[in-house]
T-cell receptor
C-alpha cells in the first residue's frame, strides 16, 4: 500500500467553527507532514512529525493544532480560522532521514483537503 | 526564503515536443527531487537525484544536477497531453530536515 489518504476532500467552515483534517498512511513511514498550498503557489511546510513527535513547527498560528495519535495517523485541528486560511492542505509521509546514512526524503502525498473559510 | 527557483514559470508546447524546466537553489543539498501536481491534487514524486550524481533517467524523464551552479533541469521527452501539470523541484538542504519546494513550472501540452 503506497497510498496516503486524507479526509475530508472538501471542507467549508465558518470562522467560529472547530473542525479537523485527517491523514492516514500504512507504509510504515515514521515522518509525516502538513503543508498548506495556495493557488498557483508551491506547498508551504507547516509541521513535521518524526516518530510521532513534533520536530518542526514553521511558526504556524495557534489556530492550527497538529496531532499525531500513532505512527499511521496525523490530524490537523482547526479553530477560529480566517478567510485567508482557505487553501489546499496536503499531508505527506516519508521515511525519516537515516542518521549518518543515505537520506530518504521522498515524500508521498495525499490528495489534499480543499478548505474554504467563510 | 525559498530554496528553489524555477523557470520558466509557464510552458506551452505541442504534443510530441520536448519540455525542459530548470531549477536553481541556494544552499548545499543532500538531494534534489522533482514532483508533478495535477490541478488541485496531491503531488506525485517523479525522480530523486543525489548530490553526488550528475544525471538520472526514468522513462521519458531526464534530470541533471550541477552542484557547482546549484541548478537542476528536468527534461520530458516526447510529451503527451497527459503530461499537462505543474512541476516542482524540491531540495533537502544538508543538515536540515525539511524539504523546500520551488515556485514550480506550469506545463501545458497541446494535443
Amino acid at each position: 500500500d503506497t497510498e496516503v489518504t486524507q479526509t475530508p476532500k472538501h471542507l467549508v467552515m465558518g470562522m467560529t467553527n472547530k473542525k479537523s483534517l485527517k491523514c492516514e498512511q500504512h507504509m510504515g513511514h515514521r515522518a509525516m507532514y502538513w503543508y498548506k498550498q495556495k493557488a498557483k503557489k508551491p506547498p508551504e511546510l507547516m509541521f513535521v512529525y518524526s516518530y510521532e513527535k513534533l520536530s518542526i513547527n514553521e511558526s504556524v498560528p495557534s489556530r492550527f493544532s497538529p496531532e499525531c495519535p500513532n505512527s499511521s495517523l496525523l490530524n490537523l485541528h482547526l479553530h477560529a480560522l480566517q478567510p485567508e486560511d482557505s487553501a489546499l492542505y496536503l499531508c505527506a509521509s516519508s521515511q525519516p532521514r537515516l542518521a549518518g546514512g543515505r537520506s530518504t526524503d521522498t515524500q508521498y502525498f495525499g490528495p489534499g483537503t480543499r478548505l474554504t473559510v467563510l | 526564503s525559498q530554496q528553489g527557483e524555477e523557470d520558466p514559470q509557464a510552458l506551452s508546447i505541442q504534443e510530441g515536443e520536448n519540455a525542459t524546466m530548470n531549477c536553481s537553489y541556494k544552499t548545499s543539498i543532500n538531494n534534489l527531487q522533482w514532483y508533478r501536481q495535477n490541478s488541485g491534487r496531491g503531488l506525485v514524486h517523479l525522480i530523486l537525484i543525489r548530490s553526488n550524481e550528475r544525471e538520472k533517467h526514468s522513462g521519458r524523464l531526464r534530470v541533471t544536477l550541477d552542484t557547482s551552479k546549484k541548478s537542476s533541469s528536468l527534461l520530458i521527452t516526447a510529451s503527451r497531453a497527459a503530461d499537462t501539470a505543474s512541476y516542482f523541484c524540491a531540495t533537502a538542504p544538508t543538515g536540515g530536515f525539511k524539504t523546500i519546494f520551488g515556485a514550480g513550472t506550469r506545463l501545458f501540452v497541446k494535443a
